[in-house]
C-alpha cells in the first residue's frame, strides 16, 4: 500500500493563478481531510469528506474548492492564488471501522508558494 | 480562539532523561486527544492517543497523561532517543474532526 499520496511536493504560483492540489488513498478510507500549515502554527482544516459525492467546510475554507466523485480521489482547487495561501498543504484519510480514536493518516504534503 | 494550545515552541532533552511534552485544551466536548510527530517534510505521524474517561494511556516509551478538571495532558518519552527528535502536535477530536495544536520541536541531545 502507498498509503496517501500528494502531487507535487513543491509549486511556485503567481498571483490570480489556479491549480489542484491532487491527493489519493489507497486504503479503501471514507474520510478524507485537507490542512494547511502556516509557519509556526498548527494544522488548521480547510476541507473534509465523509464519502463520495459528500464535502464539508473546515475552519479555513476561502479560496478553495473540493471534490469527492471516488473513495480514493480528493483532489483540492485553488482558483485566484493569494499570497496568504503560500502554506504546506497535507491530505489525510480515515478509515471506519476505524474505532473511535480518529487516528487519521497523512500525506507527505505539498509545499506551496504564491508569490 | 485556539481550543488547543501547546505553550512551549522548543524543548531540549538529554538522551536517556524523560522528555515532558505538555498541551492544554478549552472545549470540555473533545471525546479523544491524539498525539502526533512529524519529521521535516513529512507528513505528521500517529503516536498514541487517550480517550477522554481516561487518565493515562501508555504505550513502550509513550505515556500520556490526562488531567480534565484542568483540561491539561502530556506526553511522557521515557527513555528518550535521538530519533525522538522532531515536532510533536498535541490533536483533539470532536465529531470526526480533529483540531491541533501548534506543535512542540523536540531536540534531544546526545
Known amino acids: 500500500n502507498a498509503g496517501v499520496t500528494q502531487t507535487p511536493k513543491f509549486r511556485i504560483l503567481k498571483i490570480g493563478q489556479s491549480m489542484t492540489l491532487q491527493c489519493a488513498q489507497d486504503m479503501n478510507h471514507n474520510y478524507m481531510y485537507w490542512y494547511r500549515q502556516d509557519p509556526g502554527m498548527g494544522l488548521k482544516l480547510i476541507y473534509y469528506?465523509?464519502?463520495?459525492?459528500?464535502?464539508d467546510k473546515g475552519e479555513v475554507p476561502n479560496g478553495y474548492n473540493v471534490s469527492r466523485s471516488t473513495t480514493e480521489d480528493f483532489p483540492l482547487r485553488l482558483e485566484l492564488a493569494a499570497p496568504s495561501q503560500t502554506s504546506v498543504y497535507f491530505c489525510?484519510?480515515?478509515?471506519?471501522?476505524?474505532?473511535?480514536?480518529?487516528?487519521?493518516?497523512f500525506g507527505p504534503g505539498t509545499r506551496l508558494t504564491v508569490t | 480562539d485556539q481550543q488547543v494550545k501547546q505553550n512551549s515552541p522548543s524543548l531540549s532533552v538529554q538522551e536517556g532523561r524523560i522528555s515532558i511534552l505538555n498541551c492544554d485544551y478549552t472545549?470540555?466536548?473533545?471525546?479523544?486527544f491524539l498525539w502526533y510527530k512529524k519529521y521535516p517534510a513529512e507528513g505528521p505521524t500517529f503516536l498514541i492517543s487517550i480517550s477522554s474517561i481516561k487518565d493515562k494511556n501508555e504505550d513502550g516509551r509513550f505515556t500520556v497523561f490526562l488531567n480534565k478538571s484542568a483540561k491539561h495532558l502530556s506526553l511522557h518519552i521515557v527513555p528518550s532517543q535521538p530519533g525522538d527528535s522532531a515536532v510533536y502536535f498535541c490533536?483533539?477530536?470532536?465529531?470526526?474532526?480533529?483540531?491541533f495544536g501548534t506543535g512542540t520541536r523536540l531536540t534531544i541531545i546526545p
Open positions: 489525510a484519510s480515515r478509515g471506519l471501522p476505524g474505532g473511535p480514536v480518529g487516528e487519521q493518516y
Open positions: 472545549n470540555s466536548m473533545f471525546d479523544y
Open positions: 490533536a483533539a477530536k470532536l465529531n470526526e474532526k480533529l483540531t
Open positions: 469528506s465523509v464519502g463520495a459525492g459528500i464535502t
